[in-house]
Each structure stands twice: as C-alpha cells, then as structure tokens.
C-alpha cells in the first residue's frame, strides 16, 4: 500500500521504516532539510536498536524514501501523522503546533477516499477539531495512537500488544478501520488484539495508558520514601507486590523516576486539558505523581551530598548515564542528566559518561565534562552515581575495577540496578534508593 508519514522524529521515522519493512511503499516527510538528508542517505539521525537496519533495507528496497516536500505525500492511501507534541512553553497543556501545521500543509494534496491516520500523542478533542479541514476533501480522518517503547521502537511498531484505530462510527469509519487492518497486516494476521473505538476514546487511551505507567511508577517511589525512613527495602517490597498478578512487577522499579520526551509532558497535558474540560479533580492525583517523580531526583542528589559528608563542593563526581533510559539516546527531560546538572550546581567536578547519549547531552547541557569512556569518568572520582541502567553499568562493570580507578567509595545507585552485596564486598559504601 503507499503509505506517508508525516514527522520523521523518534515516532515518524520508526514508523516510515516499519510500514516499508513489511511490504508497504511509504515516503517520510519532514520540515527538517538535515533529518531528511540523514534518513535518504540511509543513516539513522538518532540511536534505536534495529531502525539503521530497516533503515538500509528500505531504501535499497526502493520502497522507503524521504522528502521535505509535503506534494510527495499525494497519492498515498493513508497519511499518518507523526509529528511532536511538545509541552508548552508557558505552561502545562500540549502545544499543537507541529499537528495543526502539517495537517494544514497536508490537506491541498489530499484525494477523495484517502485516510489521514493521527499518530501523534494529542488531547482529547483534538481530531474533532482537525476533521473538518480534511472531511471537506472527501478523506476520511481516523486516531491510531502510538505505544512503542524507545528502545524497542521497532519491534513494538511490527509486533505491537495492541493496535487501537479510533474512527467516526458507520460505514466510513469501518472501511477505514478495515483499511488499517490491510496495513498492520502481519500483527492481524497473528491475531494481535484490534480495539476499533470512536475518536475520542483513541486519544484517551494514549494518556490514559501513559498517565498509568507514570502512576505506577511514582507509586513505587512512594514507597520507596516510606522505606528511606523505615529501613525497608523498596526493591524486596515490588518483589512480593509484583508476585500478584493483578498487580505485575513490570514498572515497579523505583528510583530517580520517569524522564523522557513522553510520560512527564503527557501527565501535565492531560491535567491541562482535564482542566479545560472542568473535570481537573478527576486526575488531580497526576500532580502529585509529577511532583513524587521530581522529588526522586533531588534525593539521589541528597544521597551524594550526604555520603560525602554534606558537602560536593569541588568533589570529582562520576555520572554514568544522561540518557532517560538505557537502549536510548534520548536526553528528553532525562532525570539522569538532571541529577548530574543538579550536582554542577553544587559546585561538584562533574563528569558524565554515557554509551549513546554523550554528544545530545553535551548539546544542552554544555557546562558540564563528558567523556564516552566509562573508565576515564571513573578515574579519581570521589563518588559514582549510577543514573541509567545500562548494561555498561549494571553488568558489565566489576566493583573491584572500579574501585582500582575511583579515588573514593561512595557509590550511589539511582536505579536501584547494582548488586548492592557485590560492590559492599569490594569496599564500596552502597546507596540505592529506597534500600537500606
Ligand atoms: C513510554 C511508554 O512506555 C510507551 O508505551 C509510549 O508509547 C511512549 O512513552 C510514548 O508515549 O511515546 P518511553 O518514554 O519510551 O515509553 O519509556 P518507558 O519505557 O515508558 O520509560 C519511561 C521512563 O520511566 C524512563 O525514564 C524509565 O527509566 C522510567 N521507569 C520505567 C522507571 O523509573 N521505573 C520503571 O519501573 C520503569
């Protein structure tokens, strides 16, 4: 099927590169002249397992190709929309900026039949709102929200739990529906789960799945609190919860919090748009989940200072990770990069080290020392915090390696991801979060 997509971002170009995979003809469109340059040339502008190779393929395939050039996108089938969603700048709500310009840009070459797909992540209201322009052209305007993972982008894309198409209820929306279904053809042909809902419900089911997950991690963290002055151990605690299975240990993990360009951002726009829609007690609870996940980051902070005798100021310290997570690049709203810029402020020697994220960390955060090599950050640090889980961390470093370059032995782990007993044994003073 000819397929565009509109927004070649962590979402767009995933996507563009999935759809040409299994079989589709698909043209990625995107306003930025050095993103699409990037991708036609067959190089991935951002790191996610799998996409470079999908990337090659596609375009030697002659199925995959890139344009800055929204005419390119005439004549495609079906037109998804995988633009950003940032938060504002003034305030909670989501900017629409990026959707409203690309549907506008996009409407002149729209024909009669055609479907626009929304992908991306947008208040509730918002298809309503953009429906007129594209109906007036005879397309048919449906909502298919997005749940892949960064990370596991790929998979996620072509093997998805769920695919959720939100359409205008009759014989339109179910011809588009259907039409959908002819797309994601090897997810339904393997049976995955197929929800068809109205527009509404589509774009609350993102959120509202979204706003989920920042719940439940929050919660963990609350609890990790309550153990920081009990002397409980939180991770022992999400063992035994997370044993019931209505309950499920998967995003029990506490430590310094959610980050990235999707949890945080999409808890305040609900909120914003709860608001707007005089129903902001209903998921009043959303700001205290913000305000538990920003309260974790300032306490791995208090770990350091604590452990280095209430003071960081000239201390060398070594951050490893700036990242949001690990298998990413993404240094979106990172918690990582914001304990280590949180440390600098103290006045510490700051040095952070990271598998991927170095060069976009380095871009916003310039005031602080990188360096991609693991052990040159380790190297006569008075302290080490580990912020990002990644293997490089978590498996691949030795505590007695370690502690043969770091000069003190304090480690802090924000991720609660280290064998506390392991590093213990080889002299190190362990502090994870909300553990003993
Ligand atoms: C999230 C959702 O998981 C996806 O389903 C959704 O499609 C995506 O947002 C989106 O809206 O586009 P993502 O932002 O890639 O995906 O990352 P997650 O794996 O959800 O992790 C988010 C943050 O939570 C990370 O900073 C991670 O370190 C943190 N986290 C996760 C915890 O602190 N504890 C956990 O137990 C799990």
């Known amino acids: 099927m000819r397929l565009s997509v509109i927004g070649c971002g962590y979402l767009g170009a995933v996507h563009a590169a999935a759809m040409a995979s299994i079989g589709h003809d698909v043209v990625g469109i995107d306003v930025d002249a050095r993103k699409v340059d990037s991708l036609s040339r067959g ?7 799998g996409l470079q190779d999908i990337l090659t393929a596609g375009i030697e395939s002659g199925r995959l190709r890139f344009s800055t050039d929204m005419a390119d996108a005439e004549g495609a089938k079906v037109h998804f929309i995988g633009v950003g969603t940032p938060q504002q700048k ?108 109205d527009r509404a419900t589509a774009e609350l089911v993102k959120v509202a799945a979204n706003a989920f997950l920042a719940t439940k991690i929050s919660f963990i963290n ?3 609190e309550i153990a920081e002055v009990t002397g409980a151990d939180v991770t022992q605690l999400a063992d035994a919860i997370g044993h019931d299975a209505r309950i499920g240990r998967r995003f029990l993990g506490a430590g310094i919090g959610f980050g990235g360009g999707c949890l945080p951002k999409d808890i305040r726009a609900f909120s914003a748009r709860a608001e707007e829609l005089g129903r902001g007690e209903s998921v009043g609870f959303l700001r205290e989940v913000d305000a538990i996940n920003l309260r974790r980051r300032h306490r791995a902070v208090e770990l350091v200072v604590e452990g280095l005798g209430g003071a960081v100021f000239n201390k060398r310290i070594a951050v490893l990770g700036a990242a949001f997570k690990p298998h990413s690049d993404d240094i979106r709203d990172s918690p990582a990069l914001d304990v280590a810029v949180r440390l600098h402020g103290l006045g510490a020697q700051v040095i952070v080290t990271d598998p991927e994220a170095v060069e976009n960390a380095r871009r916003v955060h310039p005031q602080l020392t990188y360096t991609a090599d693991r052990d040159e950050a380790l190297r006569g640090a008075d302290a080490v915090v580990v912020v990002t889980e990644w293997d490089e961390y978590r498996r691949q470093l030795d505590p007695a390696h370690a502690a043969g370059l770091a000069t003190g032995r304090l480690v802090v782990d924000g991720r609660n991801c280290l064998d506390a007993e392991a590093w213990r044994a080889a002299g190190w003073t362990y502090a994870g979060m909300g553990r003993p």
Request: hydrophobic residues 45%; glycine residues 10%.
């Open 90 to 197: 003034d305030g909670y709500a989501a900017d629409l900026t990026y959707v409203n310009a690309a549907v506008e840009s996009l409407v002149p070459f729209l024909s009669r039949g055609d479907i626009v797909a929304g992908k991306s992540t947008v208040p509730v209201g918002t298809a309503a709102d953009l429906a007129p322009g594209i109906e007036a052209k005879g397309a048919t305007l449906v909502w298919n929200p997005e749940f892949l993972r960064e990370g596991w982008a790929v998979q996620d894309t072509i093997d998805p739990d769920r695919l959720v198409v939100g359409v205008v209820p009759g014989a339109d929306g179910d011809r588009a529906a259907q039409v959908l279904r002819e797309v994601y053809h090897p997810a339904v042909a393997k049976g995955t789960p197929f929800l068809v809902t």
């Open 222 to 224: 609350a609890m990790a």
């Open 43 to 49: 190089i991935a502008p951002f790191f996610e397992p």
